[in-house]
Structure formats: structure tokens, C-alpha cells
Nanobody, 122 residues
Framework: QLQASGGGLVQAGGSLRLSCVAS????????MGWFRQAPGKEREFVAA????????YHANSVKGRFTISRDNAKNTVYLQMNRLGPEDTALYYC?????????????????WGQGTQVTVSS
């Protein structure tokens, strides 16, 4: 199971940190990812990280503003989001993939959390 939290309402230019706690069958996952879905749009990749080694990959749209990290001891993945803009408003999901390589492909993520809403006001 994946439990995401940390969303909220923030003004443009502000910051939020999302958390995702992994438990149960997601322990076997190699890669954790964050995705987001805005109203009327398709779900899109945001960032991914390997549990082992911590290698990361960020979408171009968030590179330099968002940072994915993990705490293996807490089975938790974070998404630090800085300099937020209205275009970042979306429902943010964490997901787990049992592929050994970083992937942006939604279909490779087998487990999904319930989503946490991020709303950025202008």
C-alpha cells in the first residue's frame, strides 16, 4: 500500500513537501515515482527514484524546482516542491514499480497511492 500526504493550498512561489509511505507488497518495488493529473488532462510523470542507490530522474517541467528523495529506514519517498506555480495544480500520486531501471511509463507502475491534492493560487 502507498499512502501519500502533504498536499494543500499554497500561493504561487511557495513550497510544499509531499510524502509517500510504502508498506505491504510494495516492499519489493525497485522504483518509486510521483505523477500528477490536472483536471481534464492526462496523468503525467513528475519524478522517480530508485530505492537502492537513490538515482533520480525528474520531468523537464519540474527540473530545478522539484526534488524527489527517499528515506529507506522509513520506507518513505518525498517530493519537495519549490517555486510552485498555478500550472502545478493537480492531484499528485505516488506509485511503485518492480522494474530495476528508472521509468516514466505509467504502465510499469503496478501500485498506486490515493493521491494528494496540490492547489497553487496565483
Amino acid at each position: 500500500q502507498l499512502q501519500a500526504s502533504g498536499g494543500g493550498l499554497v500561493q504561487a512561489g511557495g513550497s510544499l513537501r509531499l510524502s509517500c509511505v510504502a508498506s505491504g507488497r510494495t516492499f519489493g518495488a525497485y522504483v518509486m515515482g510521483w505523477f500528477r493529473q490536472a483536471p481534464g488532462k492526462e496523468r503525467e510523470f513528475v519524478a522517480a527514484i530508485k530505492w537502492s542507490g537513490g538515482m533520480t530522474y525528474h520531468a523537464n517541467s519540474v527540473k530545478g524546482r522539484f526534488t524527489i528523495s527517499r528515506d529507506n529506514a522509513k520506507n518513505t519517498v518525498y517530493l519537495q516542491m519549490n517555486r510552485l506555480g498555478p500550472e502545478d495544480t493537480a492531484l499528485y500520486y505516488c506509485a511503485a514499480a518492480k522494474t530495476p531501471r528508472l521509468t516514466t511509463t505509467i504502465m510499469e507502475y503496478a501500485s498506486w497511492g490515493q493521491g494528494t491534492q496540490v492547489t497553487v493560487s496565483s
